[in-house]
Structures are given as structure tokens and as C-alpha cells.
């Protein structure tokens, strides 16, 4: 009888393949996985990631094209932004009347900038005025000799003068009841230098709710003086007119001139 033939021992892996080089291939194993499994979460934060950083990059691109949009200019106000216009210096200020209202195009240029927005010869006599400046938002003013226009941002229409004298025109489809009280509310944004307040009252000014608000302050160290006039033409429509010339030279007859001018022939959108 044959003896049943033994079965040989199998080899274990570790006798046919060195335990480092396991060692070694477990590694890259365990690190292949683990790149595989990072490389489908990092894939996947990507997609919704990029999505939203792109998405993020169209609103603001859209905000800033269209801020103010949504029709002519001559249904936007000009002259605040519910505080985002809270700096006054460089002529960013309110000049709204009363307002709270909505900026204008934004863009620093008028959009209508053609020959509605340029000045006639038309001066009305008695007003002092040179020429007659007509805007596409409707309201037109006098303009006295050496003062031109300049350009319409979201802060109003600004014109200069002889010196240094600037008016910034702004306007408002939703005016405020009580501009004083407006006027005062805005001037805890006031951020020029040295700034000190004259005035903020109400005044009588061709029948219009109306509130003047008067301050000095120094820029480049020159002091300047500005009175901002609010008023309130009716409950869809409130301007603001905001004169500025050297401190230096308000009790001048240039300085008078030129802000009797303005108030009285500016004429608002009919």
C-alpha cells in the first residue's frame, strides 16, 4: 500500500516577498486611497465652490453696471445712498432734499450727455445769469459768467466756478416730510475735515418746504463754506442745491451773486 503522498507546505508571502517590500506596497496602497478619496471631495468642492465664486463675480460685476438702473435717469434720484454716500468731501456728498433716496447712473457720465444737457443763452433777466444749463432729469438753472457744467455722477450734477466755486444738484423721487430733521440726521455722517456747523434751519423759499444747512471746512488747508439747501417741490420730487466757495470770500458780491443766482432761476421738472 502506497503511503498518501504529503502536501507540501504552501510559503507564506512574507518568505517569497521580503517584508519590507510589503511593507512598502502597503503604503503606497493606503496613500493611493486616501489620494483618491481627497481627490473626489477636493473635485466635488470645486464644482459648487467655483460655481458660487462665480456666481459671487456676476452679481457684483451686475450690481456695479446696473447700480441706480432700471429706467432713465430722470426717474432716479441723485445725491444719497442711505449712508453709502456718508462722505461729503470731494463733492460726494447729499444734496438731496431731505431725500434717503436712490443713486443715480453711477457711472460718473450722464447718459443723456448730448443737447438737452448743454447751456442756452437764455438768461431770464434779473437772475444774473450768463447762460442757462437745461439737465435730462428736468430741472434747469442759471449759471453765471466763468461757471460751466462738469458731470453728473451718482451724487447729483456738478458745476464750477470762478476760484474754487463748486454747486453740486441733486434729486430725490422719494423727499423726505421735515428736511431739517433730515439735514440733522445726516450730518452725524459728516466726515470732512474741521467741519463746524452754522446753521441747519428751516427757511422760506418760493413756497417749497425748505431747510438750509450752512458749515465750513478745511481742504488742502483751505477753509471753504457750503450751504445745502433742501427742498421739497412735492411728495414724488425733492432737490437739493449745495454752494460751495472759500470762507475767504462769502461776504463777497461774487459769492452773493453767483448763490442768488442759482436760487433763483433754478427751475425744477415739470
Do not use: C
Not at 54 to 76: H, I, M, Q
Not at 146 to 171: C, E, H, V
Not at 229 to 258: C, H, I, P
Amino acid at each position: 500500500m502506497t503511503p498518501p503522498r504529503a502536501t507540501p507546505a504552501k510559503a507564506s508571502l512574507t518568505d517569497v516577498v521580503p517584508r519590507r517590500t510589503l511593507v512598502i506596497i502597503s503604503v503606497a496602497l493606503v496613500l493611493a486611497v486616501l489620494g483618491t478619496v481627497l481627490a473626489f471631495a477636493l473635485n466635488g468642492g470645486d464644482e459648487s465652490g467655483g460655481q458660487d465664486s462665480k456666481n459671487s463675480g456676476d452679481k457684483a460685476a451686475s450690481s456695479g453696471a446696473t447700480a441706480g438702473g432700471g429706467g432713465k435717469e430722470e426717474d432716479k434720484g441723485a445725491g444719497q445712498d442711505d449712508g453709502a454716500e456718508k462722505d461729503r468731501d470731494k463733492d460726494e456728498a447729499d444734496a438731496s432734499a431731505g431725500s434717503g433716496a436712490s443713486p443715480g447712473s453711477g457711472d460718473g457720465k450722464d447718459p443723456s450727455e448730448s443737447g438737452d444737457d448743454s447751456g442756452d443763452s437764455g438768461k431770464e433777466p434779473g437772475d444774473g445769469a450768463e447762460s442757462t444749463y437745461k439737465h435730462s432729469q428736468g430741472f434747469s438753472v442759471g449759471l453765471p459768467k466763468g461757471w460751466k457744467y462738469q458731470s453728473t455722477a451718482a451724487a447729483g450734477a456738478r458745476f464750477t466756478g470762478p476760484d474754487g466755486q463748486k454747486l453740486l444738484i441733486g434729486w430725490t423721487p422719494t423727499p423726505k416730510s421735515d428736511p431739517v430733521g433730515d439735514w440733522k440726521s445726516q450730518e452725524s455722517y459728516m466726515v470732512r475735515s474741521q467741519y463746524k456747523r452754522i446753521r441747519i434751519e428751516k427757511v422760506d423759499f418760493r413756497g417749497w418746504n425748505t431747510a438750509d444747512w450752512e458749515f465750513t471746512y478745511v481742504d488742502g488747508g483751505t477753509k471753504y463754506r457750503s450751504i445745502d439747501r433742501g427742498f421739497v417741490v412735492n411728495g414724488n420730487l425733492g432737490y437739493g442745491m449745495m454752494y460751495t466757495a472759500k470762507a475767504a470770500k462769502w461776504d463777497s458780491d461774487e459769492r452773493k451773486d453767483a448763490w442768488r443766482t442759482f436760487t433763483k432761476s433754478f427751475k425744477p421738472k415739470k
